[in-house]
T-cell receptor
């Protein structure tokens, strides 16, 4: 079965610094989703990637899917306290009648002012 | 504003009682989902429904039940058979975007059973 590994598990950065979070799949990714979650709240959809080499941006957050479609990276430029939260990646398992999202465990980000 | 509502945000129950968590959406989405989130375990799918009057078990359906009588509503009942019911429960609905389904989440309900 497909598994997603996120790294790092947690990250503390100074405001204004850039950072990268990775999501690595045990199988070729059919579709990869990035979400953000504030503690105790629901998930906010950021973006979805499907093609190898694809790159999308949402405000100061950029996500890319590598050419081999087994890893996605999420990059935040000039981080702000509002970027703090948990970032989760989810992969579409493309499994016919049992189609669902497989989830990583998340990366917890803290941004110090 | 369109969105997904879950109520209540916090719920407390005694062990042995059934409890029903509400999930309503006005996004006109066909599919709806229930997830459970525990520290260190990520999101786990409990049940999902792709159409009214139909639903399927997810990965951890034991001890839970659902109904889908209306497109807008997908309530989850946590029964006394669920051994570890204390958790954060998230409801989602999805819209098809080409070959893919984008899931949108409600704010969650934190259930504590003592």
């Amino acid at each position: 079965s497909q598994e997603l590994e996120q790294s790092p598990q947690s990250l503390i950065v100074q405001e204004g610094k850039n950072l990268t979070i990775n999501c690595t799949s045990s199988k070729t990714l059919y579709g990869l989703y990035w979400y953000k979650q504030k503690y105790g709240e629901g998930l906010i959809f950021l973006m979805m990637l499907q093609k190898g080499g694809e790159e999308k941006s949402h405000e100061k957050i950029t996500a890319k899917l590598d050419e081999k479609k087994q890893q996605s990276s999420l990059h935040i430029t000039a981080s702000q306290p509002s970027h703090a939260g948990i970032y989760l990646c989810g992969a579409d398992n493309n499994a016919g009648n049992n189609r669902k999202l497989i989830w990583g465990l998340g990366t917890s980000l803290a941004v110090n002012p | 504003d369109g969105g997904i509502t879950q109520s209540p945000k916090y719920l407390f129950r005694k062990e042995g009682q059934n409890v029903t968590l509400s999930c309503e959406q006005n996004l006109n989405h066909d599919a709806m989902y229930w997830y459970r989130q525990d520290p260190g375990q990520g999101l786990r799918l409990i049940y999902y429904s792709q159409i009214v009057n139909d639903f399927q078990k997810g990965d951890i359906a034991e001890g839970y039940s659902v109904s889908r009588e209306k497109k807008e509503s997908f309530p989850l009942t946590v029964t006394s058979a669920q051994k570890n019911p204390t958790a954060f429960y998230l409801c989602a609905s999805s819209i098809r975007q080409g070959d893919f389904y984008e899931q949108y989440f409600g704010p969650g309900t934190r259930l504590t059973v003592t």
